[in-house]
Nanobody
Framework: QVQLVESGGGLVQAGGSLRLSCAAS????????MGWFRQAPGKVREFVAA????????YYADSVKGRFTISRDNAKKAVYLQMNSLKPEDTAVYYC???????????????WGQGTQVTVSS
């Protein structure tokens, strides 16, 4: 059974930082591109960042480029999202996902975690 478990969310002031983690089990992790998505209240789920299976390629939404960094540790079966210079508009539930390709399209991703809440206060 595939499981993706996010952690590291919380409440932070604008300008602060958080590091999200996603621990994977039940899948050949190193074979899967991974992505982070987020969903704010009343909005559709949106792409945040993605990383190739080997970590050599990364992609970011324009809204987070230069502030967020995605990384992975295949030995630990984990993917991370370092979030700096957080803004109130970054407030959302953040999800990690395992997919068939390093892509911004959520339909590419087959497995999803339950999400972790990130709240940025102004």
């Amino acid at each position: 059974q595939v499981q993706l478990v996010e952690s590291g969310g919380g409440l932070v002031q604008a300008g602060g930082s958080l590091r999200l983690s996603c621990a994977a089990s039940g899948l050949a992790f190193s074979n899967f591109p991974m992505g982070w998505f987020r969903q704010a209240p009343g909005k559709v789920r949106e792409f945040v960042a993605a990383i190739s299976w080997g970590g050599g390629s990364t992609y970011y939404a324009d809204s987070v480029k230069g502030r967020f960094t995605i990384s992975r540790d295949n030995a630990k079966k984990a993917v991370y999202l370092q979030m700096n210079s957080l803004k109130p508009e970054d407030t959302a539930v953040y999800y990690c996902a395992a997919g068939r390709a390093t892509d911004y399209d959520s339909r590419t991703y087959s497995y999803w975690g339950q999400g972790t809440q990130v709240t940025v206060s102004s």
